[in-house]
């Protein structure tokens, strides 16, 4: 019969606590709203339902003793009950105390009233439980929500401290940019090339954010100058980075863009859209020399493998002596997806590295970088070569290649 207070004080336990969740979901008019961080309201659901759980291992505590107690009862009406045609007992003092049978099917029913209150208390504490973890995982989702739009922010703002103003601030790492920025278009729209940021007033070479037509923001490393701005799309200069990579690493690009670094193909062709560019090739030997070529070109997208279409003169040079369906051109070819114009080899994998083949002699600018001259010359020929310059068996020291738009699809 001790069950009672113990259920009495669950009652209390649990009208303390549906006070507490209403308490707390009335916000306060004067202050501010302030969000809670997910920790703090991971550890608040998880106590709640530690104290629900708590709740119903006591109400199914109780519910055994008030069921061990009725069989007590019930075994003890069955001994107790007298016989049919017994002589009724002889009356009692009006003061004499109830039988005992009388007084507990009344405890008994007031015990069975407290525990069903309680347990409808208690299945209530638990959907207000749910309830408030249902508010707090869509709250947990408006905070990643904001700190993705925070994320894609901060690129935009690394720059302030810099002594030298400028008007779009470098990016230290082109990690840094993931995917596309969607806030973009409400602060200030990106230049679509380095030639565009030249034309609004920028100087400084470095690495800068831009956004070409249709495309997402990335990141681009920008060689600034005298005749404007040039997009850096590809960088040797101390072997750092393997360029013997499958097509796939060739679409997207790979590398330090300030180091060894390759751009990418489907973002030079974003850059280079459908406007003439000049494509600026710089070359370097053992000896200090160098060289620098320029040349108009167009490249076209993935569906024709990013072919280089080229002038005649310069298409000669390159090996595009072959007159394909749209003009002279040169596909792009990696080990894993052959396009040169070689029927019987495979050009990236008898040389290395991806790029334009002609017929696997003229030129290679991704081969194998060698820190010194091989002795051997089919060793040689793996290397990084511009034939017209040094011959086809002499690996460069460093290449540098740079695009620019034509100045009149510039300024239009």
Not at 9 to 24: I, K, M, P, Y
Not at 101 to 115: C, H, K
Not at 232 to 242: A, E, T
Request: proline fraction near 7%; charged fraction near 20%; include cysteine.
């Amino acid at each position: 019969m001790r069950a009672a207070p113990t259920a009495g004080a669950a009652l209390v336990l649990c009208a303390a606590t549906a006070g507490l969740l209403s308490a707390q979901g009335r916000p306060e008019p004067p202050e501010q709203p302030r969000f809670a961080s997910w920790d703090e309201v991971n550890v608040l659901a998880h106590g709640l339902l530690q104290l629900g759980h708590g709740l119903r291992e006591h109400v199914e505590h109780t519910r055994g003793q008030l069921g061990a107690l009725e069989r007590r009862l019930s075994a003890c009406g069955a001994s107790c009950k007298e016989p049919e045609g017994a002589p009724a007992p002889p009356l009692v003092r009006a003061s004499r105390a109830p039988p005992s049978g009388d007084v507990a099917p009344e405890t008994l029913r007031s015990l069975q009233t407290q525990l069903k209150t309680q347990n409808s208390r208690i299945q209530q504490l638990f959907q207000k439980v749910a309830q408030q973890q249902r508010h707090l995982e869509k709250q947990h989702l408006k905070i990643q929500n904001l700190q993705s739009q925070v994320g894609h922010l901060a690129p935009m703002h690394l720059g302030h401290g810099v002594a030298k103003p400028s008007r779009r601030k470098r990016l230290p790492k082109m990690a840094q940019l993931v995917g596309p920025a969607r806030n973009i278009s409400c602060l200030h729209r990106l230049p679509r090339d380095c030639q565009e940021l030249f034309e609004e007033g920028e100087r400084q070479s470095g690495l800068f954010q831009i956004q070409p037509q249709g495309s997402p923001p990335f990141l681009v490393n920008c060689n600034m100058t005298s005749d404007g701005g040039w997009t850096v799309i590809q960088r040797r200069q101390d072997g750092s980075v393997d360029f013997n990579q499958p097509w796939a690493a060739y679409k997207d690009g790979f590398g330090d863009p300030q180091g060894e670094f390759w751009l990418g193909l489907e973002k030079v062709h974003r850059i280079m859209g459908d406007r003439g560019s000049h494509l600026s090739v710089q070359l370097q030997d053992w000896e200090g020399n160098a060289q620098s070529l320029q040349f108009p070109v167009h490249l076209g997208g993935e569906d024709t493998a990013y072919s280089l279409q080229l002038t005649e003169p310069v298409a000669s040079k390159l090996g595009a002596t072959t007159i394909m369906p749209s003009g002279l051109s040169l596909p792009f070819s990696t080990w894993d997806q052959d396009h040169d114009l070689r029927q019987d080899k495979n050009c990236a994998k008898s040389l290395s590295g991806g790029w334009w083949f002609g017929t696997c002699s003229h030129s290679n600018l991704n081969g194998q970088y060698f820190h010194s001259i091989p002795r051997q010359r089919q060793q040689r020929k793996k290397g990084i070569f511009w034939k017209t310059w040094r011959g086809r068996y002499y690996p460069l020291q460093a290449t540098t290649m740079l695009i620019q738009p034509t100045a009149a699809e510039a300024a239009s």
